[in-house]
């Protein structure tokens, strides 16, 4: 009866069913432990304790199952994770089989676990997981060390993909990490939503103009309630004044200020070309846009401004 329910949880498992249900029927006459067909074995006095290894054939199926004596105990004892010292000490083709080792010890272990929650029972030293999975996470370290090694003495840079700014579908610009991911492109309809390669619509330039509007109203505001903050600080400690801006920054600090969105000459500057410049002085001069310091008038301009400006005002 054990039998027909491990085969039935084994067929109706969408999470961890690693195998197809002609692979699991064509499994039914093997499903138990064939050690019956193995010869004895004669045990050789002068071989060393640590390289025996029982003969033991299982099944694909019972792989991912654990031994019965195993399943009686309430506490399995187990050893303790690899550290990161001990991974360094090893080579590529060692942490290679390594990774695999313990890869089927989670795939295993993740297994019981869902069958012990099937029978309705607690599984045994549940930290076994965690340690395997520590294991793991410490190998993928000692490998992007070696790497990031690699790659500085090859071509002088890490080789790491960094985070970008783009732009989602939504029109909003976001950073963006490139990393390896479950689902493919096609299948993974999170992904195209928020990251897909689609034209925007005529809304999103609505949308974007508001939001960018609302982000900088919000700024606004909290820069406005820091600088009030910080004069009533320079009112009644006047020896500050002369560090003013430095307080200012303390206290955006203190509050947690930060800008709410990418600025526009970020994000909305045009691409130059190699001849030009983001800033050219004399040709604003030139244009009118700007006074000449150096003229004659440019004094009389000034005080000119100045009252076009008051002007205005009233």
Known sequence: ???????????????????????????????????????????????????????????????????????????????????????????????????????????????????????????PSPERIDKVEESMRNIMSVIRERDIAYNLLETGKTGEQTPQIRETSFGLLRYYQPKERILPFYKNRYYQLLWGKRKPGPWTNIFKRRYNEFQEHQEYQETNRIKKIVAKILQKYPHLRDDEERVLEEYKKRYDFEHYHIPKRLAQRPKLRDHQTVWNEQEFIENGTLDDPNSEDFERLQQEKVVRMRRKKK
Request: aromatic share 12%; charged share 30%.
């Open 1 to 123: 009866m054990n039998l027909l329910k491990i085969i039935r949880w084994t067929i109706n498992s969408q999470k961890y069913s690693f195998i197809t249900v002609r692979s699991c029927l064509g499994s039914i006459g093997q499903i138990r432990w064939q050690t019956t067909d193995i010869p004895p074995t004669k045990e050789d006095p002068s071989a060393d304790v640590s390289t025996k290894v029982t003969p033991m054939k299982k099944s694909n199926l019972m792989e991912f199952f654990d031994t019965t004596d195993n399943l009686q105990e309430s506490k399995i004892i187990h050893g303790r994770w690899w550290y990161v010292d001990e991974l360094r000490l090893k080579s590529n083709e060692d942490l290679h089989k390594l990774w695999y080792v313990l890869l089927k010890e989670r795939n295993r272990l993740l297994t019981m676990e869902e069958e012990y929650r099937y029978q309705h029972e607690l599984f």
